[in-house]
């Protein structure tokens, strides 16, 4: 099992920035991917970025102004969001699973582990 508690987020500006991080715990794996997944309301959960064995995926909305990152002593990982925009307001929610396959780390299904989720909103 892994638990995963994240912690950031809030209200941003356009053009500014925010973080957030997702601390695991319980069960360790050399080889996790870990991420995170955003939902608009009455949407789907949708890639945002993940990161396994040190490399980083992001969806093309992100790219360039999001980064992710871990810590693998602490067990970590982060987002630092920048050049944010009112689209990117959702709820934010970090994900981890040791088994996920190449081909499918874009997929929120196919993560076993979530955390409780956290409201990123970006004011214009």
């Known amino acids: 099992q892994v638990q995963l508690v994240e912690s950031g987020g809030g209200l941003g500006q356009s053009g500014g920035s925010l973080s957030l991080s997702c601390a695991a715990s319980?069960?360790?794996?050399?080889?996790?991917?870990m991420g995170w997944f955003r939902q608009y309301p009455g949407k789907e959960r949708e890639f945002v970025s993940v990161?396994?064995?040190?490399?980083?995926y992001y969806a093309d909305s992100v790219k360039g102004r999001f980064t992710i990152s871990r810590d693998s002593a602490k067990n970590t990982v982060y987002l630092q969001m920048n050049s944010l925009k009112p689209e990117d307001t959702a709820v934010y929610y970090c994900a981890a699973d040791p088994g996920v396959i190449s081909s499918q780390l874009r997929n929120p299904g196919a993560y076993g582990y979530w955390g409780q989720g956290t409201q990123v909103t970006v004011s214009s």
């Open positions: 990161i396994r064995s040190g490399i980083t």
């Open positions: 319980g069960r360790t794996y050399s080889r996790i991917a």
